[in-house]
Nanobody, 115 residues
Framework: QVQLVESGGGLVPPGGSLRLSCAASGIIFRIYVVGWYRQAPGKQRELVATLTSTGRTNYVDSVKGRFTISRDNAKNTVYLQMNRLKPEDTAVYYC?????????WGQGTQVTVSS
């Protein structure tokens, strides 16, 4: 059974930092493209960042220079380091793992940026 379990969300003031983690099980993690998506209230889910099995990254423009996606294949875990957080980063963050026609999602973790 495939599971993706996110952790690390919470409440942080503007300008603060958080690191999200997503631990995967049931897949050959190292061959998957992994990514983080987010969904704010009343909005569509959007791509935040992706990381391929070969280390290529992609970020949505709004987080470039502030967020960093990384992976530890030995731990089957993908991370999202979020710095200089803004109120507009408030959303539920979901991790994703995809390979060819297979795609899996975590349950989501809430990130709230507010003073």
């Amino acid at each position: 059974q495939v599971q993706l379990v996110e952790s690390g969300g919470g409440l942080v003031p503007p300008g603060g930092s958080l690191r999200l983690s997503c631990a995967a099980s049931g897949i050959i993690f190292r061959i998957y493209v992994v990514g983080w998506y987010r969904q704010a209230p009343g909005k569509q889910r959007e791509l935040v960042a992706t990381l391929t099995s070969t280390g290529r990254t992609n970020y949505v423009d709004s987080v470039k220079g502030r967020f960093t996606i990384s992976r530890d294949n030995a731990k089957n875990t993908v991370y999202l380091q979020m710095n200089r957080l803004k109120p507009e980063d408030t959303a539920v963050y979901y991790c994703n793992a995809a390979f060819r026609e297979s795609a899996y999602w975590g349950q989501g973790t809430q990130v709230t940026v507010s003073s």
